[in-house]
């Protein structure tokens, strides 16, 4: 993200309070990315799930193996009870058959209830991971959403600081000033105060005001004729141009004409314009 080229340490007081803001959110974007809190949290809890599975995996193979003594042991009570029924064991020895297989019993269903539980644990676990994973979506996007809102706030402000406080020209080029001017001097609204002349003279689009009185004559790619009082005509000769466009509607009784030229600003006789006598020029159409 590029912060507007104007704020810099020395932050206008105009432009602050949304430089701050903007300041704040950034800081704040950047601990919960740097801290990664909630991913430390979900990957212990990731690590807690794997563990379970395997641990969920070692018990269902325990189980397997008790149904299998479980089995055994039906068998060997199957063969006492057979055996006691004709009086060829003793009580003792069914006894203790009967509290075999009872054992084994047991020992199956405890397992199969620890795998129960185990698997309510795990659900928890992917309950709670699902949940964290909500909560870093929302708590991201929610701070994502602070920050543009409050860069979009700031470059509002510096675009309004810029309109107010900044004397801004549209090329780079030479500050040249009409008149005397003094430090803290009061400028009356609307004053010119200097003109930049352009240092990039190889393209130029000049725009003419045009009277209302005989504008309906003029048509798009007519030629523009231009002299200029500080450049002799017969010595010089014109600079050639384009009608480019013409505006929609009058502003003041004037229409606005663009005009482009296609041997940049040069005299026919080859010579390039002066640009600082630019206003003394004189155009036909």
């Excluded at 064991?89 to 009872?102: Q, R, T, V």
């Excluded at 600003?265 to 004189?282: A, K, P, Q, W």
């Amino acid at each position: 993200m590029n912060l507007p080229d104007v704020i810099c340490s020395a932050t206008p007081s105009f432009v602050y309070p949304s430089y701050s803001e903007f300041q704040r959110n950034v800081v704040m974007y950047q601990n919960f990315i740097s801290l990664n809190l909630i991913d430390k949290e979900m990957a212990s809890l990731e690590k807690q799930k794997t563990g379970k599975i395997e641990y969920i995996k070692h018990l269902k193979e325990q189980l397997q193996l008790k149904s299998q003594h479980l089995q055994i042991a039906k068998q060997v009570y199957e063969r006492e009870k057979y055996l006691f029924e004709r009086e060829l064991i003793s009580s003792a020895d069914m006894e203790k058959a009967d509290m075999a297989l009872l054992e084994e019993k047991l020992a199956e269903q405890s397992l199969r209830t620890s795998i129960s539980l185990e698997n309510v644990e795990l659900s928890k676990l992917q309950e709670s991971t699902g949940k964290l994973s909500y909560q870093y979506a929302q708590e991201y996007n929610q701070l994502v959403q602070q920050l543009l809102s409050s860069y979009n706030a700031l470059c509002v402000a510096v675009k309004q600081w810029r309109q107010n406080y900044l004397i801004e020209a549209t090329d780079g080029g030479v500050v040249t000033f009409n008149s005397v001017w003094s430090e803290n001097q009061f400028v009356k609204s609307g004053t010119q105060i200097f003109a930049v002349v352009p240092s990039n003279t190889s393209s130029f689009t000049g725009k003419i005001q045009v009277p209302l009185h005989g504008s309906g004559k003029i048509k798009k790619g007519q030629d523009v004729l231009i002299t200029c009082d500080a450049f002799p005509y017969l010595e010089y000769g014109y600079i050639e141009g384009k009608v480019e466009s013409i505006s929609m509607i009058p502003d003041n009784n004037f229409y606005t004409v663009d005009v482009r030229f296609p041997q940049q600003l040069r005299f026919t006789s080859g010579e390039m314009v002066d640009l600082s006598y630019l206003r003394l020029l004189i155009i036909e159409i």
